[in-house]
């Protein structure tokens, strides 16, 4: 009954107790942030493997590097930050441009998703979308929407203002809308439209 | 409520209260465009975040291999916090250069003009603590060419100007001879800092920027080296034996590289 109603150690618990030399929270970690990473990373890549091989670097640089976590930080833009840092290095060292413009129709099929499972032509026109973004818009929608970030932990994570990664996802959002046929924004039918998730969906 | 909560509960499905949303919404430009036209941005957008991805069964246990071969004396150094990785960098260069100073100074040193020596000292410095810095650092690299590059250019730009500029009791009328002696013994000062440089560094494979980095902050410590110990301000000897050293620094970083990579 008391391991119920024990509370769940936050992300920045168990990073303290893997400094400290507790393997298993080094493992809890895993669990919590290997899928966010690897749906982060594998948007902009082609493949799974190349996906799964960033995050595991991910988690060794975050090893190598737990000494420099600082108590009272928080812990995900910090990981985001290491795993960003060796995605622009995976593409500069492979010289693939992934930074496209929306007039650009040669945008580069993105990666195609869980292996048999088929994606719905919406759901492949949503990533081709994204995938047209440039580089500094869609960074910021994709860490915040797949990355699990709030923007301030996004604007940590790319070394900006909370105020900049507003403006770069807004501009993504109206990039998208355009891209996918939806117009451009009309302030007057965005408040009469759907007031709430409930009943938006 | 914040944009966070609103993606969240697209994602969940969890209704929100329509007069917090609202409020929300009257101030936040980016939720308003993922709610326009029927919602229909916002719940595309959550569509994908909700596709869950694969795996491999043995992901974590990979993980785990790896690290057990985390162990030495590389991967005690390079798991070290970045102001001791930092300071152990610098020092190193600190040392070797006042060793080198010491075992064969400049004939003319006692007539070299000090505030000549006090700017060279800080200028160099202050670019190779930047390097360092920079380089050992685990800060957000968004757009690394515009990270380096300013680097780079201050890299070549200063041992140019040393070149150059004006110089009491140096002797300019010297010819270029010697060039290849000051080009060893400031490549032999720096090769200890070099291999430091390379077992602190904590990726796999030395990144681009490593290497720009590094031949800058080398470069510029032989620079440092070299103006306490040769006297011979000739420009093509200061820029052959005493400016290469950048050049070469990156040259050996970007071979490694290549070579570590096929």
């Known amino acids: ?201 | 409520m914040d944009c966070s909560q609103i993606r969240d509960a697209f994602i969940s499905g969890e209704p929100l209260p329509e007069e917090q949303v609202k409020e929300h919404l009257a101030s936040c430009a980016q939720c308003r465009a993922l709610y326009a036209h029927g919602a229909a941005l916002g719940q595309r957008l959550a569509a994908q975040a909700a596709e869950v991805l694969a795996l491999e069964p043995d992901f974590f246990g990979q993980i785990e291999q790896k690290l057990e071969h985390e162990v030495g004396f590389r991967a005690w150094l390079r798991s070290r916090p970045t102001r001791v990785r930092f300071a152990a960098a610098v020092l190193l260069l600190l040392l070797l250069v006042v060793v080198g100073g010491v075992l064969r100074h400049r004939a003319d040193f006692s007539q070299y003009p000090l505030p000549r020596v006090g700017l060279l000292l800080c200028v160099y410095l202050l670019a190779i603590v930047l390097a360092f810095g920079h380089e050992l650092s685990e800060s957000p690299r968004p757009n690394a060419v515009r990270d380096y590059a300013g680097l780079l250019v201050f890299g070549l730009a200063v041992p140019i100007l040393a070149a150059f500029a004006p110089a009491t009791e140096v002797s300019r009328q010297a010819g270029a001879e010697g060039a290849l002696g000051c080009f060893g013994y400031g490549a032999l000062f720096t090769l200890p800092i070099a291999g430091l440089l390379w077992a602190l560094d904590r990726d796999e494979r030395p990144s681009i920027r490593t290497v720009c980095l590094c031949a800058a902050a080398l470069g510029l410590s032989a620079n440092l080296l070299l103006e306490l110990h040769c006297g011979n301000g000739n420009p093509v000897h200061v820029l052959l034996g005493h400016a290469s050293l950048g050049l070469a620094w990156l040259l050996a970083w970007a071979t490694a590289r290549r070579i570590s990579r096929a």
């Open chain 1, 1 to 201: 009954m008391l391991a119920i109603c024990a509370p769940v150690p936050s992300d920045e618990q168990l990073m303290a107790a893997y400094i400290a030399g507790d393997k298993a929270a080094f493992r809890e970690l895993f669990r919590r942030y290997s899928p966010l990473l690897q749906r982060a990373m594998a948007r902009d890549l082609r493949s799974l493997e190349e996906a799964n091989d960033l995050v595991q670097q991910t988690f060794l640089h975050l090893h190598r590097s737990r000494l420099d976590f600082e108590p009272g930080r928080k812990l995900k833009p910090w990981i985001f930050t290491i795993a960003l840092n060796l995605k622009r290095e995976y593409f500069r060292r492979n010289k693939r441009r992934h930074e496209t413009s929306l007039d650009d129709d040669r945008v580069p099929e993105p990666f195609e998703g869980p292996r048999g499972q088929e994606r719905s032509d919406a759901a492949r026109e949503m990533a081709r979308a994204l995938q047209a973004l440039p580089a500094e818009h869609r960074e910021v929608i994709e860490l915040h929407w797949f990355g699990g970030l709030s923007f301030p932990e996004v604007a940590e994570a790319v070394g900006s203002t909370v105020a900049a990664v507003k403006v770069r996802a807004h501009r993504g959002y109206v990039a998208l809308r355009a891209r996918l046929g939806e117009g451009s924004p009309d302030p007057e039918a965005m408040h009469e439209g759907k007031p709430s998730v409930a009943e938006s969906k």
